[in-house]
């Protein structure tokens, strides 16, 4: 799985634009700025990002992490209307295509926005392994920026590189992925309600996090 430099793409519905799933690049500097300057992203994270120097040590963790093999990150994008009219869900084939801030209603002044904004980038969404967890079992994690919230980006980001996840790492042993967040954090709830993510148990608050937190896990079908 070490140096995959996969792009992932989620078709469109009559209310929301396409996705396009890629991997962060060098230049994606000031969007990671943006994102973490946004108290709805920061609260949950474990460092701060506030400059050009944190944002390109963030950005570098994920390029190391892909050529390594211990974590898949993907800048999640509004398709451009003509991916968007060609791009297919993601499904068991592979072929196709950290916590989420998503859950407010949305709205069709909104979605006429977010289907306007062509390549710009909506959020973040990844996988990583760990020595402790194994081949056999990743933690799935994302974000998405204040301008798409409302739009179901993160359940459709989360059940796409899921579904691609265990169709292609199924030869490496993957059953099993993880989805992690404070009990406070409702919106995340929700995603993992909508992606098939079934609670587990509670987590005991554990440092940088100060409260307790949920487990979801979904299985390989």
């Not at 929301?16 to 690049?25: A, K, S």
């Not at 592979?94 to 407010?104: K, P, T, V």
Request: include cysteine; aromatic fraction near 6%; charge should be neutral.
């Amino acid at each position: 799985m070490t140096g995959m430099t996969e792009t992932l793409r989620v078709a469109g519905t009559a209310a929301t634009g396409g996705l396009v799933l890629r991997p962060w690049r060098a230049d994606d500097v000031e969007t990671v700025i943006e994102a973490y300057g946004d108290p709805e992203i920061s609260r949950w994270s474990a460092r701060p990002i506030t400059s050009r120097e944190d944002a390109r040590c963030w950005l570098d963790i994920q390029r190391r992490g892909r050529e390594n093999g211990t974590r898949l990150s993907f800048a999640v994008c509004a398709a451009p209307e003509a991916h968007a009219e060609r791009a297919v869900h993601a499904d068991r084939s592979g072929r196709s295509g950290q916590s989420g801030h998503s859950g407010h209603s949305g709205h069709s002044g909104q979605r006429d926005q977010l289907g306007s904004l062509e390549g710009l980038v909506l959020g973040n969404v990844s996988l990583r392994w760990t020595d402790a967890s194994g081949p056999g079992s990743a933690e799935v994690g994302y974000w998405v920026m204040a301008h798409a919230r409302g739009q179901g980006v993160a359940p459709r980001a989360v059940e796409a590189l899921s579904r691609w996840s265990f169709a292609t790492f199924a030869d490496d042993g993957l059953r099993r992925i993880e989805l992690i967040h404070q009990v406070d954090n409702l919106a995340s709830c929700r995603v993992a309600a909508k992606t098939g993510y079934l609670f587990e148990r509670l987590l005991p608050a554990e440092p940088p996090y100060p409260r307790d937190g949920h487990l979801h896990v979904r299985e390989a079908d």
